[in-house]
């Protein structure tokens, strides 16, 4: 678990929970089959109260339901979880086309016989997995419907012409959803109740800073700061309604420092990352402005990377 355990403990993550986790994994095996699906993380979640309560949820039996605006780490928090309790993860992808064949599974030819051929969901279900939901608002409420009995206490898919499928003891399913995305809807009372949910907070400055430092171990201290404090600047703007939040990406920021570590000069690999992300000239410049009130146009790799 790449010593995922010691840094929870060194972030304060309850040491009760992390010992009820480990029992959880002790009693409950991967099948060979599906033991490349527990993910290896490359990013740790910082953020103790949110893992403790995505973590006490779970082991209650509970789904969980992530929300929040963008950079609040929520697919990375889900990884993380799967990772810790040490099972197989299933990323389901939610759009508006999709279905219950796509969800469930559907009828396929093998051998010359009609035999069900498992979605993701039904795998997943059977498994013991993780079932990772995303964007869950995206999908129409009817194709959800079929998750009801999945989600509930009957912990079950009935499947047409079929056997019905319980669910592994294990297997837990964690949403998430940005509300307000182009192309959402609302989520439907009925299968919002069949989730605990946690409102996602943006990653704080401290917090970035470890990631960054975490990801770029030779980053200098001083430029780790920096790059943290950018970004928080970024989000005020966006509170404030100056920017729109499309230059508010975490990813890009962390594309961006790769950049640097290739040779490129920050104020480029910025542009790259982060202020070409705005496509309104007017916005563009606001943020190239936030970033040159920060970063020196002869900022390059030597004077980023190296001892403290």
């Known amino acids: 678990m790449w010593h995922m355990e010691e840094e929870l403990q060194t972030e304060g993550v309850s040491v009760s929970l992390l010992k009820e986790i480990q ?11 599906v033991a490349g699906r527990v993910p290896v993380p490359r990013f740790l979640y ?4 949110i893992w403790e309560e995505a973590a006490a949820a779970l ?3 509970e789904n969980l339901l992530l929300s929040g605006p963008k950079a609040t780490g929520k697919n990375v928090l889900a990884e993380n979880l799967a990772a810790a309790f040490g099972r197989p993860s299933w990323d389901i992808s939610f759009y ?3 279905d219950a064949a796509s969800l469930i599974g559907t009828d396929t030819f093998r051998d010359n016989q009609v035999v069900f051929r ?3 969901i039904s795998r997943c279900a059977h498994m013991g997995g993780f079932g990772v ?12 419907a079929v998750l009801h009995a999945t989600l509930d206490f009957r912990r079950s898919i009935d499947v047409p012409g079929y056997d019905r499928i319980p669910l592994h003891e294990a297997t837990r399913f964690i949403a998430t959803m940005n509300y307000g995305y182009a192309g959402t809807r609302e989520l439907n ?4 109740s069949r989730f605990v949910v946690i409102n996602m907070p943006v990653i704080s400055e401290e917090n970035l800073r470890k990631l960054l430092k975490r990801e770029f171990p030779t980053l200098k ?3 780790a700061e920096q790059f943290a404090a950018l970004f928080r600047e970024l989000e005020t703007k966006c509170d404030n309604a100056e920017i729109s939040t499309k230059a508010l990406d975490l990813r890009g920021l962390m594309a961006s420092i790769h950049l640097m570590e290739k040779g490129l000069k920050a104020v480029r690999a910025l542009e790259m990352g982060i202020i070409n992300k705005a496509f309104d000239p007017f916005e563009r410049q606001l943020v190239a402005d936030a970033i040159a009130a920060r970063i020196p146009q002869d900022l390059d790799y030597g004077k980023l990377f190296g001892d403290r």
């Open 23 to 33: 029992k959880f994994r002790e009693s409950h095996e991967v099948d060979a089959s």
């Open 46 to 49: 910082y953020g103790k109260e």
């Open 59 to 61: 082991l209650c039996g």
């Open 96 to 98: 508006v086309n999709v």
């Open 118 to 120: 498992e979605g993701p």
């Open 133 to 144: 939901l995303d964007e869950i608002n995206m999908a129409k409420n009817e194709s959800l």
């Open 189 to 192: 009372e009925a299968l919002a």
């Open 221 to 223: 201290d001083k430029w």
